[in-house]
Protein backbone atom coordinates (compact mmCIF):
# COMPACT_ATOMS: atom_id res chain seq x y z
CA UNK A 1 0.00 0.00 0.00
CA UNK A 2 2.94 2.55 0.71
CA UNK A 3 4.46 1.86 -2.67
CA UNK A 4 1.57 3.01 -4.21
CA UNK A 5 1.20 5.90 -2.43
CA UNK A 6 4.80 6.84 -3.14
CA UNK A 7 4.53 5.93 -6.58
CA UNK A 8 0.99 7.91 -7.30
CA UNK A 9 3.01 10.93 -6.09
CA UNK A 10 6.16 10.47 -8.20
CA UNK A 11 3.89 10.73 -11.23
CA UNK A 12 2.06 13.72 -9.85
CA UNK A 13 5.67 15.20 -10.09
CA UNK A 14 6.93 17.25 -13.09
CA UNK A 15 9.84 15.19 -15.15
CA UNK A 16 12.15 18.50 -15.32
CA UNK A 17 13.67 18.28 -12.16
CA UNK A 18 11.32 21.76 -11.19
CA UNK A 19 10.64 22.46 -7.29
CA UNK A 20 7.85 25.00 -6.17
CA UNK A 21 8.92 27.42 -3.38
CA UNK A 22 9.38 25.16 -0.69
CA UNK A 23 11.94 23.34 -2.88
CA UNK A 24 9.67 20.21 -2.72
CA UNK A 25 9.58 18.74 -6.30
CA UNK A 26 6.77 20.46 -8.48
CA UNK A 27 3.46 18.52 -8.41
CA UNK A 28 2.15 18.69 -12.05
CA UNK A 29 -1.91 19.28 -11.41
CA UNK A 30 -1.48 21.98 -8.80
CA UNK A 31 1.83 23.99 -10.30
CA UNK A 32 2.70 25.61 -13.21
CA UNK A 33 1.00 25.13 -16.84
CA UNK A 34 -1.66 27.85 -18.37
CA UNK A 35 -2.80 29.18 -14.94
CA UNK A 36 0.84 30.47 -13.82
CA UNK A 37 1.71 31.19 -17.83
CA UNK A 38 -1.38 33.43 -18.23
CA UNK A 39 -0.11 35.69 -15.33
CA UNK A 40 3.33 35.86 -16.53
CA UNK A 41 1.84 37.17 -20.01
CA UNK A 42 -0.54 39.74 -18.30
CA UNK A 43 2.69 40.47 -16.41
CA UNK A 44 4.30 41.07 -19.60
CA UNK A 45 1.23 43.05 -21.35
CA UNK A 46 1.00 45.56 -18.28
CA UNK A 47 5.15 45.79 -17.46
CA UNK A 48 5.30 46.63 -21.30
CA UNK A 49 3.16 49.18 -21.64
CA UNK A 50 4.29 51.11 -18.54
CA UNK A 51 7.71 50.42 -20.06
CA UNK A 52 6.79 52.38 -23.26
CA UNK A 53 4.77 54.89 -21.80
CA UNK A 54 7.95 56.29 -20.83
CA UNK A 55 10.30 54.98 -23.79
CA UNK A 56 8.13 56.09 -26.53
CA UNK A 57 7.87 59.95 -25.98
CA UNK A 58 11.40 60.16 -24.00
CA UNK A 59 12.66 62.30 -26.96
CA UNK A 60 9.95 64.51 -26.87
CA UNK A 61 10.08 64.85 -23.26
CA UNK A 62 13.71 65.64 -23.42
CA UNK A 63 13.37 68.83 -26.29
CA UNK A 64 10.23 70.16 -24.76
CA UNK A 65 10.11 70.06 -21.09
CA UNK A 66 13.96 69.24 -20.03
CA UNK A 67 14.71 72.17 -22.65
CA UNK A 68 17.49 69.65 -24.76
CA UNK A 69 17.99 69.91 -28.74
CA UNK A 70 17.12 67.26 -31.21
CA UNK A 71 21.03 65.96 -31.14
CA UNK A 72 21.20 66.24 -27.64
CA UNK A 73 17.79 64.18 -26.60
CA UNK A 74 18.26 61.39 -29.85
CA UNK A 75 22.32 61.05 -28.07
CA UNK A 76 20.33 60.44 -24.91
CA UNK A 77 18.27 58.28 -25.45
CA UNK A 78 19.97 55.99 -27.37
CA UNK A 79 22.45 56.00 -24.40
CA UNK A 80 18.70 55.07 -22.02
CA UNK A 81 18.03 52.30 -24.98
CA UNK A 82 21.50 50.81 -24.63
CA UNK A 83 21.53 50.76 -20.97
CA UNK A 84 18.30 48.89 -20.71
CA UNK A 85 20.11 46.52 -22.59
CA UNK A 86 23.03 46.35 -20.63
CA UNK A 87 21.18 45.77 -17.52
CA UNK A 88 19.51 42.69 -19.38
CA UNK A 89 22.98 41.18 -19.08
CA UNK A 90 23.32 41.81 -15.05
CA UNK A 91 19.72 40.54 -14.68
CA UNK A 92 20.55 37.34 -16.73
CA UNK A 93 23.47 36.72 -14.38
CA UNK A 94 22.22 37.10 -11.28
CA UNK A 95 19.51 35.33 -12.13
CA UNK A 96 21.27 32.44 -13.31
CA UNK A 97 24.06 32.31 -11.09
CA UNK A 98 22.72 33.39 -7.34
CA UNK A 99 19.00 34.43 -7.22
CA UNK A 100 16.91 32.77 -9.56
CA UNK A 101 14.24 33.70 -12.16
CA UNK A 102 11.56 34.63 -9.66
CA UNK A 103 13.37 35.93 -6.83
CA UNK A 104 14.96 38.11 -9.75
CA UNK A 105 11.97 39.32 -11.56
CA UNK A 106 10.08 40.29 -8.27
CA UNK A 107 13.51 42.57 -7.45
CA UNK A 108 14.12 44.19 -10.32
CA UNK A 109 10.41 44.33 -10.95
CA UNK A 110 9.94 46.21 -7.63
CA UNK A 111 13.15 48.55 -8.96
CA UNK A 112 10.72 49.61 -12.31
CA UNK A 113 7.87 50.51 -9.66
CA UNK A 114 9.99 52.77 -7.93
CA UNK A 115 11.67 54.33 -11.15
CA UNK A 116 8.18 54.93 -12.53
CA UNK A 117 6.50 56.63 -9.37
CA UNK A 118 9.69 58.77 -8.85
CA UNK A 119 9.29 60.08 -12.55
CA UNK A 120 5.40 60.75 -12.31
CA UNK A 121 6.26 62.47 -8.75
CA UNK A 122 9.01 64.61 -9.72
CA UNK A 123 7.23 65.84 -13.32
CA UNK A 124 4.59 66.84 -11.28
CA UNK A 125 6.07 68.66 -9.02
CA UNK A 126 9.02 69.64 -10.57
CA UNK A 127 9.48 69.42 -14.38
CA UNK A 128 6.31 70.16 -15.95
CA UNK A 129 6.07 73.89 -15.48
CA UNK A 130 4.47 75.90 -15.68
CA UNK A 131 1.28 73.89 -16.35
CA UNK A 132 0.07 73.38 -19.54
CA UNK A 133 3.58 73.19 -20.91
CA UNK A 134 5.09 70.36 -22.94
CA UNK A 135 3.17 70.32 -25.59
CA UNK A 136 4.36 71.52 -29.24
CA UNK A 137 3.29 75.15 -28.46
CA UNK A 138 4.36 76.50 -25.16
CA UNK A 139 8.23 74.89 -24.01
CA UNK A 140 8.75 74.66 -20.08
CA UNK A 141 10.87 76.60 -17.97
CA UNK A 142 14.69 76.29 -16.78
CA UNK A 143 14.99 73.43 -13.66
CA UNK A 144 17.18 73.37 -10.58
CA UNK A 145 20.40 70.92 -10.55
CA UNK A 146 18.28 68.57 -8.05
CA UNK A 147 15.33 68.46 -10.62
CA UNK A 148 17.40 67.14 -13.14
CA UNK A 149 19.22 64.86 -10.55
CA UNK A 150 15.48 63.46 -9.43
CA UNK A 151 14.64 63.28 -13.69
CA UNK A 152 17.91 61.11 -14.26
CA UNK A 153 17.77 58.53 -11.65
CA UNK A 154 14.22 57.92 -11.93
CA UNK A 155 14.54 56.90 -15.82
CA UNK A 156 17.65 54.79 -14.74
CA UNK A 157 15.83 53.19 -12.18
CA UNK A 158 13.30 52.10 -14.90
CA UNK A 159 16.01 51.53 -17.44
CA UNK A 160 17.85 49.20 -14.54
CA UNK A 161 14.20 47.68 -13.49
CA UNK A 162 12.85 46.67 -16.59
CA UNK A 163 16.35 45.64 -18.28
CA UNK A 164 17.16 43.49 -15.16
CA UNK A 165 13.21 42.08 -15.83
CA UNK A 166 12.83 41.18 -19.27
CA UNK A 167 15.30 38.57 -19.79
CA UNK A 168 14.30 36.70 -16.78
CA UNK A 169 10.38 37.00 -17.27
CA UNK A 170 10.21 34.85 -21.03
CA UNK A 171 12.28 32.28 -19.33
CA UNK A 172 10.25 32.06 -16.06
CA UNK A 173 6.99 31.50 -17.95
CA UNK A 174 8.95 28.68 -20.15
CA UNK A 175 9.40 27.40 -16.52
CA UNK A 176 6.01 26.35 -15.97
CA UNK A 177 5.92 23.72 -18.89
CA UNK A 178 7.62 20.38 -18.45
CA UNK A 179 9.35 19.70 -21.58
CA UNK A 180 9.50 16.63 -20.81
CA UNK A 181 6.13 16.01 -20.74
CA UNK A 182 4.72 15.47 -24.38
CA UNK A 183 1.67 17.56 -24.03
CA UNK A 184 3.25 20.55 -21.82
CA UNK A 185 6.35 20.43 -24.25
CA UNK A 186 4.00 21.60 -26.97
CA UNK A 187 2.21 24.51 -24.75
CA UNK A 188 5.77 25.25 -23.68
CA UNK A 189 7.15 26.21 -27.67
CA UNK A 190 3.63 27.87 -27.96
CA UNK A 191 4.41 29.86 -25.02
CA UNK A 192 6.83 31.73 -26.65
CA UNK A 193 4.57 33.40 -30.02
CA UNK A 194 1.83 34.04 -27.02
CA UNK A 195 4.69 36.34 -24.95
CA UNK A 196 5.99 38.15 -28.07
CA UNK A 197 2.13 38.63 -28.77
CA UNK A 198 1.63 40.05 -25.09
CA UNK A 199 4.70 42.21 -25.69
CA UNK A 200 3.12 43.71 -28.23
CA UNK A 201 -0.06 44.45 -27.70
CA UNK A 202 1.03 46.35 -24.49
CA UNK A 203 3.28 48.28 -26.73
CA UNK A 204 0.40 48.96 -29.07
CA UNK A 205 -1.48 51.17 -25.98
CA UNK A 206 1.54 52.79 -25.32
CA UNK A 207 1.81 54.16 -28.52
CA UNK A 208 -1.20 55.41 -29.28
CA UNK A 209 -3.08 56.42 -26.68
CA UNK A 210 -0.38 57.00 -23.63
CA UNK A 211 1.50 58.50 -26.95
CA UNK A 212 -1.51 61.13 -27.97
CA UNK A 213 -1.64 62.22 -24.65
CA UNK A 214 1.71 63.06 -24.60
CA UNK A 215 1.88 64.95 -27.49
CA UNK A 216 -0.61 66.97 -25.91
CA UNK A 217 1.54 67.67 -23.29
CA UNK A 218 -0.78 65.39 -20.46
CA UNK A 219 2.91 64.05 -19.61
CA UNK A 220 1.53 63.77 -15.32
CA UNK A 221 -1.65 61.59 -17.04
CA UNK A 222 0.66 59.49 -19.16
CA UNK A 223 3.64 59.18 -16.58
CA UNK A 224 0.70 57.88 -13.89
CA UNK A 225 -0.81 55.91 -16.31
CA UNK A 226 2.54 53.94 -16.52
CA UNK A 227 2.95 53.71 -13.04
CA UNK A 228 0.07 52.15 -12.05
CA UNK A 229 0.13 49.36 -14.93
CA UNK A 230 3.55 48.94 -13.90
CA UNK A 231 1.84 48.35 -9.88
CA UNK A 232 -0.57 45.98 -11.53
CA UNK A 233 1.42 43.90 -13.54
CA UNK A 234 3.95 43.61 -10.09
CA UNK A 235 0.66 42.18 -7.93
CA UNK A 236 -0.54 40.28 -10.83
CA UNK A 237 3.06 38.41 -10.94
CA UNK A 238 3.22 37.63 -6.73
CA UNK A 239 0.02 36.50 -6.93
CA UNK A 240 0.81 33.77 -8.99
CA UNK A 241 3.65 33.04 -5.97
CA UNK A 242 1.95 29.48 -5.09
CA UNK A 243 1.40 28.18 -8.41
CA UNK A 244 4.47 28.82 -10.02
CA UNK A 245 7.62 26.00 -10.94
CA UNK A 246 11.17 26.64 -9.77
CA UNK A 247 14.11 25.98 -11.03
CA UNK A 248 17.22 26.65 -8.56
CA UNK A 249 20.06 28.87 -9.69
CA UNK A 250 23.06 26.78 -10.47
CA UNK A 251 26.24 28.79 -9.77
CA UNK A 252 28.32 31.62 -11.32
CA UNK A 253 29.11 30.08 -15.09
CA UNK A 254 32.18 32.30 -15.59
CA UNK A 255 34.47 30.28 -13.01
CA UNK A 256 32.52 27.08 -14.88
CA UNK A 257 34.43 28.65 -18.13
CA UNK A 258 37.59 29.60 -16.97
CA UNK A 259 37.95 26.53 -15.71
CA UNK A 260 37.67 24.51 -19.03
CA UNK A 261 39.76 26.78 -20.65
CA UNK A 262 42.64 26.80 -17.90
CA UNK A 263 42.08 22.87 -17.72
CA UNK A 264 42.59 22.67 -21.60
CA UNK A 265 45.85 24.48 -21.70
CA UNK A 266 47.28 22.40 -18.39
CA UNK A 267 46.59 19.45 -20.66
CA UNK A 268 47.79 21.04 -24.01
CA UNK A 269 50.30 18.23 -24.69
CA UNK A 270 47.43 15.51 -23.84
CA UNK A 271 46.48 14.06 -26.22
CA UNK A 272 42.38 13.25 -26.39
CA UNK A 273 40.73 10.19 -27.23
CA UNK A 274 39.38 9.79 -30.69
CA UNK A 275 35.60 9.82 -29.85
CA UNK A 276 35.49 10.69 -26.29
CA UNK A 277 34.27 7.36 -24.97
CA UNK A 278 37.15 8.01 -22.30
CA UNK A 279 36.50 11.49 -21.11
CA UNK A 280 35.59 12.30 -17.72
CA UNK A 281 32.00 12.32 -16.56
CA UNK A 282 30.15 11.21 -13.26
CA UNK A 283 27.81 8.63 -12.72
CA UNK A 284 24.31 9.54 -12.60
CA UNK A 285 21.83 11.56 -14.99
CA UNK A 286 22.79 15.02 -13.49
CA UNK A 287 26.31 17.11 -13.75
CA UNK A 288 28.19 16.74 -10.34
CA UNK A 289 29.25 20.85 -11.07
CA UNK A 290 25.71 22.53 -10.70
CA UNK A 291 22.89 19.68 -10.62
CA UNK A 292 22.03 20.35 -14.50
CA UNK A 293 21.08 17.72 -16.70
CA UNK A 294 24.31 16.11 -18.53
CA UNK A 295 25.31 17.37 -22.02
CA UNK A 296 25.85 14.48 -24.02
CA UNK A 297 29.63 14.90 -25.76
CA UNK A 298 29.61 16.19 -29.50
CA UNK A 299 32.28 16.43 -31.80
CA UNK A 300 34.19 20.12 -32.61
CA UNK A 301 36.65 22.36 -30.83
CA UNK A 302 38.47 19.63 -29.85
CA UNK A 303 41.05 21.57 -27.81
CA UNK A 304 38.32 21.96 -25.20
CA UNK A 305 37.82 18.50 -24.95
CA UNK A 306 41.37 18.08 -23.60
CA UNK A 307 40.16 19.80 -19.77
CA UNK A 308 38.25 16.20 -19.43
CA UNK A 309 40.98 14.20 -20.33
CA UNK A 310 41.83 11.97 -17.59
CA UNK A 311 45.79 12.36 -16.79
CA UNK A 312 48.09 10.11 -14.77
CA UNK A 313 47.29 12.28 -11.96
CA UNK A 314 43.29 11.34 -11.69
CA UNK A 315 43.91 7.63 -12.50
CA UNK A 316 45.96 7.34 -9.22
CA UNK A 317 42.98 8.08 -7.36
CA UNK A 318 41.09 5.18 -6.09
CA UNK A 319 38.06 6.25 -8.29
CA UNK A 320 38.01 9.22 -9.99
CA UNK A 321 33.98 8.67 -10.29
CA UNK A 322 33.54 8.23 -6.49
CA UNK A 323 35.78 10.75 -5.58
CA UNK A 324 34.63 13.66 -7.02
CA UNK A 325 35.39 15.94 -3.99
CA UNK A 326 39.03 15.17 -4.64
CA UNK A 327 39.20 16.32 -8.28
CA UNK A 328 40.39 19.83 -9.02
CA UNK A 329 38.53 21.13 -11.27
CA UNK A 330 41.34 23.57 -12.74
CA UNK A 331 42.63 20.85 -14.31
CA UNK A 332 39.97 17.96 -14.97
CA UNK A 333 36.39 19.13 -15.96
CA UNK A 334 33.31 16.82 -16.56
CA UNK A 335 32.26 16.37 -20.49
CA UNK A 336 29.03 18.61 -19.38
CA UNK A 337 31.36 21.44 -18.10
CA UNK A 338 33.21 21.13 -21.59
CA UNK A 339 30.00 20.71 -23.75
CA UNK A 340 28.49 24.06 -21.68
CA UNK A 341 31.38 26.40 -23.25
CA UNK A 342 30.91 24.35 -26.91
CA UNK A 343 27.42 25.19 -26.78
CA UNK A 344 28.29 28.80 -25.93
CA UNK A 345 30.74 29.20 -28.75
CA UNK A 346 28.18 27.65 -31.22
CA UNK A 347 25.23 29.89 -30.37
CA UNK A 348 27.50 33.07 -30.87
CA UNK A 349 27.75 33.11 -35.53
CA UNK A 350 24.17 32.55 -34.70
CA UNK A 351 23.29 35.35 -32.98
CA UNK A 352 25.60 37.85 -34.59
CA UNK A 353 23.91 37.29 -38.14
CA UNK A 354 20.79 38.38 -36.04
CA UNK A 355 22.12 41.74 -35.45
CA UNK A 356 21.72 42.93 -39.06
CA UNK A 357 17.86 42.01 -38.87
CA UNK A 358 17.77 44.28 -35.74
CA UNK A 359 19.38 47.05 -38.05
CA UNK A 360 15.83 46.51 -40.18
CA UNK A 361 13.84 46.02 -36.71
CA UNK A 362 15.20 49.57 -36.03
CA UNK A 363 13.90 51.40 -38.92
CA UNK A 364 10.14 51.70 -37.80
CA UNK A 365 10.89 53.83 -34.97
CA UNK A 366 12.92 56.14 -36.98
CA UNK A 367 13.64 56.20 -40.65
CA UNK A 368 9.99 54.82 -41.39
CA UNK A 369 8.43 57.94 -39.09
CA UNK A 370 10.64 60.15 -40.97
CA UNK A 371 9.56 58.54 -43.82
CA UNK A 372 6.14 58.77 -42.89
CA UNK A 373 6.61 62.35 -41.76
CA UNK A 374 7.14 63.64 -45.65
CA UNK A 375 3.81 61.87 -47.06
CA UNK A 376 0.38 63.06 -46.92
CA UNK A 377 -0.68 62.37 -43.38
CA UNK A 378 -4.20 63.73 -43.18
CA UNK A 379 -8.03 61.64 -44.13
CA UNK A 380 -9.98 64.68 -44.62
CA UNK A 381 -9.45 66.52 -41.21
CA UNK A 382 -8.06 64.34 -39.67
CA UNK A 383 -4.19 63.56 -38.74
CA UNK A 384 -2.39 60.51 -38.32
CA UNK A 385 0.51 60.75 -36.56
CA UNK A 386 3.53 58.68 -38.24
CA UNK A 387 4.44 56.97 -35.76
CA UNK A 388 1.06 55.03 -35.27
CA UNK A 389 1.83 53.64 -38.35
CA UNK A 390 3.80 50.92 -36.18
CA UNK A 391 0.18 49.90 -35.10
CA UNK A 392 -0.06 47.69 -38.28
CA UNK A 393 3.19 46.22 -36.93
CA UNK A 394 1.82 45.07 -33.96
CA UNK A 395 -1.18 43.89 -35.59
CA UNK A 396 0.06 41.84 -38.21
CA UNK A 397 2.41 40.16 -35.39
CA UNK A 398 -1.21 38.80 -34.24
CA UNK A 399 -2.13 37.98 -37.81
CA UNK A 400 1.07 36.19 -38.38
CA UNK A 401 1.60 34.28 -35.22
CA UNK A 402 -2.12 32.97 -35.65
CA UNK A 403 -1.51 31.74 -38.85
CA UNK A 404 1.77 30.00 -38.07
CA UNK A 405 0.50 28.42 -35.18
CA UNK A 406 -2.65 27.19 -36.10
CA UNK A 407 -2.29 27.10 -40.37
CA UNK A 408 1.77 26.75 -41.45
CA UNK A 409 3.43 25.19 -38.54
CA UNK A 410 0.63 21.93 -38.10
CA UNK A 411 1.16 22.25 -42.55
CA UNK A 412 4.42 21.76 -42.64
CA UNK A 413 4.36 18.54 -39.39
CA UNK A 414 2.16 16.67 -41.90
CA UNK A 415 4.11 16.55 -44.51
CA UNK A 416 7.34 15.90 -42.90
CA UNK A 417 7.91 12.31 -43.78
CA UNK A 418 9.23 11.65 -39.99
CA UNK A 419 7.00 10.43 -37.02
CA UNK A 420 6.56 13.02 -34.32
CA UNK A 421 8.57 15.88 -36.25
CA UNK A 422 7.31 19.02 -35.32
CA UNK A 423 6.96 21.97 -37.95
CA UNK A 424 9.45 24.46 -39.12
CA UNK A 425 12.52 24.04 -36.88
CA UNK A 426 13.70 27.76 -35.22
CA UNK A 427 16.55 27.87 -37.33
CA UNK A 428 14.78 27.40 -40.48
CA UNK A 429 11.95 30.01 -39.04
CA UNK A 430 14.61 32.55 -38.59
CA UNK A 431 16.29 32.33 -42.22
CA UNK A 432 12.39 32.81 -43.45
CA UNK A 433 12.58 35.90 -40.91
CA UNK A 434 15.45 37.59 -42.75
CA UNK A 435 13.88 36.51 -45.97
CA UNK A 436 11.16 38.26 -45.43
CA UNK A 437 12.77 41.50 -43.73
CA UNK A 438 14.82 41.74 -47.22
CA UNK A 439 11.17 42.10 -48.40
CA UNK A 440 10.37 44.90 -46.27
CA UNK A 441 13.23 46.94 -47.24
CA UNK A 442 12.43 46.71 -50.44
CA UNK A 443 8.87 47.60 -50.08
CA UNK A 444 10.15 50.43 -48.22
CA UNK A 445 12.58 51.45 -50.89
CA UNK A 446 10.01 51.70 -53.80
CA UNK A 447 7.64 53.30 -51.40
CA UNK A 448 10.71 56.02 -51.53
CA UNK A 449 10.88 56.24 -55.11
CA UNK A 450 7.34 56.75 -56.08
CA UNK A 451 6.98 59.37 -52.83
CA UNK A 452 10.08 60.77 -54.55
CA UNK A 453 8.44 60.93 -57.98
CA UNK A 454 5.44 62.56 -56.64
CA UNK A 455 7.45 65.54 -54.30
CA UNK A 456 8.76 66.32 -57.96
CA UNK A 457 5.64 67.24 -59.21
CA UNK A 458 4.68 68.79 -55.98
CA UNK A 459 2.24 65.78 -55.10
CA UNK A 460 2.11 64.18 -51.32
CA UNK A 461 1.93 60.52 -51.44
CA UNK A 462 -0.38 58.74 -48.92
CA UNK A 463 0.46 57.71 -45.53
CA UNK A 464 -1.24 54.79 -46.15
CA UNK A 465 1.31 53.17 -48.70
CA UNK A 466 3.68 52.57 -46.21
CA UNK A 467 1.41 49.61 -44.71
CA UNK A 468 2.78 46.96 -46.71
CA UNK A 469 6.65 47.70 -45.28
CA UNK A 470 5.12 47.59 -41.64
CA UNK A 471 2.96 44.11 -42.50
CA UNK A 472 6.40 42.90 -43.40
CA UNK A 473 8.13 43.66 -40.47
CA UNK A 474 5.48 42.22 -38.30
CA UNK A 475 5.74 39.09 -39.94
CA UNK A 476 9.04 38.80 -39.89
CA UNK A 477 9.00 39.61 -35.64
CA UNK A 478 7.02 36.24 -35.88
CA UNK A 479 9.67 34.02 -37.36
CA UNK A 480 13.07 35.54 -36.49
CA UNK A 481 12.52 36.77 -32.68
CA UNK A 482 9.61 34.06 -31.61
CA UNK A 483 11.93 31.49 -33.43
CA UNK A 484 14.94 33.70 -31.36
CA UNK A 485 13.60 33.11 -28.67
CA UNK A 486 12.42 29.49 -28.55
CA UNK A 487 16.25 28.81 -29.90
CA UNK A 488 18.18 30.41 -27.18
CA UNK A 489 15.97 28.92 -24.99
CA UNK A 490 16.25 25.40 -25.59
CA UNK A 491 20.05 25.50 -26.85
CA UNK A 492 21.61 26.81 -23.54
CA UNK A 493 22.26 24.73 -20.97
CA UNK A 494 20.23 24.39 -17.94
CA UNK A 495 22.47 27.04 -15.87
CA UNK A 496 22.10 29.81 -18.75
CA UNK A 497 18.65 30.22 -19.81
CA UNK A 498 18.35 33.76 -18.87
CA UNK A 499 21.30 34.60 -20.40
CA UNK A 500 19.85 33.10 -23.72
CA UNK A 501 17.01 35.05 -23.58
CA UNK A 502 19.63 38.06 -22.61
CA UNK A 503 21.31 37.19 -25.94
CA UNK A 504 18.01 38.35 -27.60
CA UNK A 505 17.99 41.76 -26.25
CA UNK A 506 21.78 42.35 -27.09
CA UNK A 507 21.00 41.70 -30.56
CA UNK A 508 18.08 43.96 -30.77
CA UNK A 509 21.02 46.56 -28.74
CA UNK A 510 23.54 46.63 -31.23
CA UNK A 511 21.32 46.78 -33.88
CA UNK A 512 20.47 49.70 -33.11
CA UNK A 513 24.66 50.76 -32.95
CA UNK A 514 24.57 49.29 -35.83
CA UNK A 515 21.46 51.22 -37.70
CA UNK A 516 23.43 54.41 -36.13
CA UNK A 517 26.82 53.50 -37.36
CA UNK A 518 25.42 52.66 -40.68
CA UNK A 519 23.94 56.48 -40.74
CA UNK A 520 26.73 57.73 -40.30
CA UNK A 521 29.21 56.25 -43.03
CA UNK A 522 25.94 56.84 -45.50
CA UNK A 523 25.98 60.68 -45.14
CA UNK A 524 29.74 60.56 -44.91
CA UNK A 525 30.16 59.09 -48.49
CA UNK A 526 26.68 60.63 -50.20
CA UNK A 527 27.07 63.95 -48.92
CA UNK A 528 29.19 66.37 -50.79
CA UNK A 529 28.83 69.76 -53.10
CA UNK A 530 25.92 68.33 -55.14
CA UNK A 531 23.83 66.46 -53.01
CA UNK A 532 23.19 67.16 -49.16
CA UNK A 533 23.55 62.92 -48.47
CA UNK A 534 21.21 60.30 -48.74
CA UNK A 535 19.28 60.43 -45.60
CA UNK A 536 19.42 65.20 -45.02
CA UNK A 537 16.94 67.24 -43.05
CA UNK A 538 15.04 67.67 -45.97
CA UNK A 539 14.19 63.88 -47.63
CA UNK A 540 12.54 65.31 -50.78
CA UNK A 541 16.23 66.11 -51.62
CA UNK A 542 17.92 63.12 -50.75
CA UNK A 543 17.88 59.25 -51.73
CA UNK A 544 16.41 57.27 -48.32
CA UNK A 545 15.81 54.52 -51.00
CA UNK A 546 19.17 53.78 -51.53
CA UNK A 547 19.50 53.46 -47.98
CA UNK A 548 16.71 50.81 -47.45
CA UNK A 549 18.06 49.24 -50.72
CA UNK A 550 21.19 49.09 -49.52
CA UNK A 551 20.07 47.01 -46.21
CA UNK A 552 18.14 44.63 -48.13
CA UNK A 553 21.85 44.29 -49.83
CA UNK A 554 23.35 43.73 -46.62
CA UNK A 555 20.37 41.51 -44.97
CA UNK A 556 21.13 38.67 -48.21
CA UNK A 557 24.74 38.84 -47.71
CA UNK A 558 23.92 38.00 -44.42
CA UNK A 559 21.10 35.39 -45.17
CA UNK A 560 24.06 33.71 -47.08
CA UNK A 561 26.46 33.55 -44.15
CA UNK A 562 23.61 32.73 -41.74
CA UNK A 563 22.87 30.05 -43.87
CA UNK A 564 26.46 28.69 -43.77
CA UNK A 565 26.70 28.77 -39.74
CA UNK A 566 23.32 27.28 -39.21
CA UNK A 567 24.18 24.16 -41.56
CA UNK A 568 27.41 24.35 -39.26
CA UNK A 569 25.65 24.18 -36.37
CA UNK A 570 24.85 21.32 -33.78
CA UNK A 571 21.97 21.06 -31.79
CA UNK A 572 22.94 20.38 -28.23
CA UNK A 573 21.50 16.97 -26.58
CA UNK A 574 20.82 16.24 -22.86
CA UNK A 575 20.15 13.46 -21.33
CA UNK A 576 16.80 13.33 -20.12
CA UNK A 577 15.84 13.17 -16.18
CA UNK A 578 13.19 10.67 -17.83
CA UNK A 579 16.15 8.44 -19.50
CA UNK A 580 17.19 9.05 -23.21
CA UNK A 581 18.32 12.01 -24.68
CA UNK A 582 16.81 15.03 -25.30
CA UNK A 583 16.55 18.52 -27.08
CA UNK A 584 18.35 17.26 -30.41
CA UNK A 585 17.29 18.25 -33.79
CA UNK A 586 18.19 17.70 -37.22
CA UNK A 587 19.36 21.24 -38.41
CA UNK A 588 18.08 21.22 -41.73
CA UNK A 589 17.79 24.63 -43.11
CA UNK A 590 16.05 23.85 -46.71
CA UNK A 591 13.82 27.14 -46.28
Not at 59 to 83: I, P
Not at 318 to 324: A, G, K, R
Not at 327 to 341: A, F, G, K, S
Request: hydrophobic share 45%; proline share 3%; glycine share 8%.
Amino acid sequence: MGKEIVKKKKEECTLDGSVDRHGSPSVRSSSGNWFAAILILVNQGFATLAFFGVGVNLVLFLTRVMGQDNAEAANNVSKWTGTVYIFSLLGAFLSDSYWGRYKTCAIFQSIFVVGLVSLSVSSYIFLVRPNGCGDEHVACGSHSKFAVLIFYVSIYLIALGNGGYQPNIATFGADQFDEDHPKEGIAKVAFFSYFYLALNLGSLFSNTILGYFQDKGMWGLGFWASAGSAVVALVLFLVGTPKYRHFAPQGNPLSRFSQVLVAAVRNWTVKTPPNGEELYEVYGKESSTNGERKILHTNGFKFLDKAAVITSKEENLNNVNDDVQDIDPWRLCTVTQVEEVKCILRLLPIWLCTILYSVIFTQMASLFVEQGAVMKTTVSTFHIPPASMSSFDILSVATFIFIYRRVLDPLVARFKKSSGSKGLTELQRMGIGLIIAIMAMIAAGTVELFRLQYAKNSGSLSIFWQIPQYVLIGASEVFMYVGQLEFFNDQTPDGLKSFGSALCMTSISLGNYVSSLLVTIVMRFSKNEKMPGWIPGNLNKGHLDRFFFLLAALTAADFIVYLICAKWYKYIKVEGRNGGTNRGEDNDLRV
